[in-house]
């Protein structure tokens, strides 16, 4: 490609193409998986202007007029878009040395085609040439590539398609027979493009996601003028990301005079990490730059795994309880229990089946996330390993949302779970009130556990570990009608499960049991918990707190 591609420069020049460093990084990427025997498959998240358009038609044009019967396809969001990419494959064309060049018919509007053009289809000709093409579209088309058998596939700036952008994708993967697509474009807040992309982080397609920043690029620097004083966050940003003043005194200039003053447009046209690209103009319920921080720092899980155990005649009793590890596991592990501390579990479950079953485990001593459980179990798998997840934490608070179903919070109570959250009912019969299992999310307490979760949140970043919760936390925003939620599309299952964990706190212990002394004495708070305790419970107890002096062992 370099040695016989020429584009036109932004100073209007023809020159030799000459690939920069986050094209190179890209053209790897793919080279890495072709050797790999894997379709070439990249989603692009970038800053402005990097040039990955012009590295995606130079691949497409040389993957076209080199070989027979191949069919591409370049899809861009506008009209004059797809006009000048269509103007980039042509000059590659116009100027190709003769010895390279295909036979091709005279260019139509949008399509290059690789042939003949002294071939007549009802007579056979010496030499039809390669019968390959490359085509130019606008996004919001009907059919786009649907009658096709697409070799190669570039769309370009995919979040700013218009239309039904999902049955538009779909319609032309359907049509790929070859190897290579690139998916590539610039941020367009909590779309289709957002979710495409955290599939491929996630490792739930088959697309490779490649981040470029807007330091990446060599062009966006400036000279810092000598003693220029920086301001913390300038600073924040070259200890997170070793920026130089060259690159500091660029992105100040650029805020003025490209992104009219507004420091969020900056970041979201030329994002430093990928949660600053999706950053939208919403309105937020979290503080969205402190959760893009937040996700950029967490830590990974210690452990990822779930329990394991066995059934007998009667369903409600467990045994041989085990934790088991696992890759895929279905539960994830931030901090083990810890000997005599007291921890809290929230629980949401899926409200119209498409959900998912949640559990929060807190540290309730610091408010801490220690686990997190997340999968479309059935009701009566969901309370086991939640039973599970309790008895292991220290016998846990556990408080279940029962707004959907109350099977979860029924069934956790025929096991003789012994914590379990309760809440005050009016009792329309007797006039007072009664009391009852599980938490139930209404007008009043829903404000009340989310504005909660706000606060700890605002006040300590580090309480949130869980990347998936994180990302949850970025798409709840405030709706028309000012009620917090998902953005559609998006969940708000693990927020919700934090939410309630937060919410039902008080009814837990917030200090760590004290040990017993070699006595075995027992604290008046201790001595009421065994006391208030069923058989079993107490059997824990002691196998906790050892045995006091003068109780006469059962």
């Known amino acids: 490609m370099e040695k016989n591609l020429y584009i036109r420069t932004k100073k209007a020049r023809v ?9 190179v990084r890209l053209l790897e990427a793919l080279k890495k998986q072709d ?10 998240l970038k800053a402005r202007q990097l040039g990955f358009s012009t590295l995606a038609e130079a691949l497409i044009f040389a993957r076209t007029a080199t070989a027979p019967n191949v069919d591409s396809l370049i899809v861009a969001h506008r009209e004059d878009s797809s006009a000048n990419l269509f103007k980039m494959s042509k000059l590659f064309y116009e100027r190709l040395p003769d010895r390279v060049r295909p036979m091709a018919k005279n260019a139509n509007a949008r399509e290059l085609v690789f042939e003949n053009p002294e071939r007549d289809p009802d007579k056979k000709a010496a030499d039809p040439g390669l019968l390959s093409r490359i085509r130019c579209s606008t996004a919001g088309g009907d059919g786009i590539g ?58 739930e397609s088959d697309f490779e996601p490649l981040f470029f920043p807007w330091f990446s690029s060599p062009e966006y620097r400036m000279k810092a003028a000598p003693g220029t ?23 100040r200039w650029c805020v003025k005079n490209n ?33 893009a921080r937040r996700r950029a720092d967490a830590p990974a899980c210690t452990a990822r795994g779930e329990f394991l155990y066995e059934i007998g005649g009667d369903p409600t009793r467990l045994r041989n309880i085990r934790w088991v590890e696992k890759p895929d596991g279905v539960i994830r592990v931030y901090e083990p229990p810890r000997e005599r501390r007291p921890y809290v579990i929230g629980g949401d479950t899926a409200g119209t089946g498409s959900d998912w079953f949640t559990g929060q485990v807190l ?7 220690a686990a997190v459980l997340r999968q479309q179990y059935d009701e009566d798998q969901y309370a086991r390993q939640m039973y599970c997840l309790g008895r292991w934490y220290n016998d846990a608070l556990i408080g279940v949302e029962t707004n959907y179903s109350t099977y979860p919070v029924k069934m956790l109570a025929m096991m003789g779970y012994p914590k379990l959250y309760v809440r005050e009912l009016p009792d329309n019969f007797a006039g007072a009130l009664r009391q009852a299992y599980g ?15 706000v606060a700890a949140f605002r006040e300590d970043p580090t309480l949130v570990s869980d990347d998936a919760t994180l990302r949850e936390m970025l798409c709840f925003q405030y709706n028309a009608g000012r009620r917090p939620e998902a953005i559609p599309g998006e969940h708000d299952d693990l927020v919700m499960a934090l939410a309630i964990a937060h919410g039902i706190r008080g009814q837990q212990s917030m200090s760590e049991q004290p040990a017993p002394d070699r006595l075995g004495v027992w604290t008046r708070d201790m001595r009421e918990d ?25």
């Open 15 to 23: 020159v030799k193409l000459k690939l920069n460093r986050a094209q």
């Open 35 to 44: 050797a790999g025997g894997r379709p070439m498959r990249v989603i692009v």
């Open 146 to 203: 649907r009658s096709d058998t697409l070799m190669n596939v570039h769309a370009s700036e995919f979040a700013f398609w218009r239309g039904d952008k999902a049955a538009t994708w779909v319609g032309i993967m359907q049509a790929v027979k070859g190897s290579m697509v690139i998916l590539e474009s610039t941020a367009n807040g909590f779309d289709e493009f957002h979710r495409m992309w955290e599939a491929a982080v996630a490792g």
């Open 229 to 251: 004083q920086w301001t913390p966050e300038e600073e924040a940003l070259r200890a997170r990301y070793g920026l130089d003043d060259d690159q500091l005194a660029w992105r």
């Open 259 to 291: 992104c009219g003053g507004d420091e969020r447009r900056f970041r979201q046209e030329y994002p430093s990490c990928p949660d600053e690209a999706f950053l939208t103009t919403g309105q937020s319920v979290f503080d969205n730059e402190q959760v």
């Open 363 to 369: 540290d309730n001593v610091t408010g801490a996330q």
């Open 439 to 453: 938490f139930e999310t209404t007008s009043r307490t829903r404000p009340v556990i989310i504005a909660t979760l």
């Open 530 to 554: 065994y006391e208030n305790a069923d058989e079993e419970g107490r059997r824990i107890l002691i196998k906790l707190w050892g045995r006091p002096d003068g109780l006469v062992r059962r």
